[in-house]
């Protein structure tokens, strides 16, 4: 299973919601949303500021992170933002993958020069 970040952003509706609820009741809501797509809930904090509140979440493919999304933004209570996050190990691999990249107006290797 993949790991994500999801950033809430309660808009008007959304925080009325949570008044009326209260935190724990929110958090209850989004764990069986997550659990109903065979995902688990590893923690959920609210905050302030610009973000209202965090999850850190698994779900077992990019399709399910994708459609909590639409679901949840589709309500205009929430706008939310999904981050895959991505393990150490992962960043490891990427590393040692070559990779076949030119910068812009980088001359292409073996080119650029003149042969004489």
Do not use: W
């Amino acid at each position: 299973m993949a790991k994500y970040l999801v950033k809430a952003d309660y808009k008007s509706k959304g925080t009325q919601g949570v008044i009326k609820e209260g935190g724990s009741g929110r958090r209850a809501a989004v764990k069986h949303a997550v659990e109903a797509l065979g995902g688990k809930l590893e923690s959920f904090y609210f905050a302030y500021g610009d973000i209202d509140a965090y999850v850190i979440c698994d779900l077992p493919d990019p399709i399910s992170a994708i459609a909590l999304s639409l679901a949840v933004n589709g309500t205009g209570a929430v706008t939310v933002g999904t981050i895959p996050l991505i393990t150490p190990e992962d960043v490891d691999a990427a590393a040692k993958k070559a990779v076949a990249y030119r910068a812009p107006g980088a001359a292409a290797a073996g080119k650029g020069k003149s042969q004489k």
